[in-house]
């Protein structure tokens, strides 16, 4: 989160790189994505078991 806040950093990506969608995912999906996210980098499943919010996955697509 810090200063921005979640919904600014998730508005900050992709930023000024023309033509790119966002969504945050949900569902199974995220469960995947996230297991695997942890899988690659660790430090990730650190970060996770310090908060007790739900960590989002951003999806960042090409736009048409």
């Not at 995947?32 to 908060?51: H, I, N, S, V």
């Amino acid at each position: 989160g810090g200063e921005m806040g979640v919904r600014g950093w998730i508005a900050a990506l992709g930023a000024g790189s023309g033509g790119v969608a966002r969504r945050v995912d949900e569902g199974e999906e995220r469960v995947r994505l996230w297991a695997k996210q942890k899988e690659d980098m660790p430090g990730f499943a650190g970060y996770e078991a310090r908060t007790t919010r739900e960590i989002p996955v951003v999806i960042l697509e090409p736009s048409a």
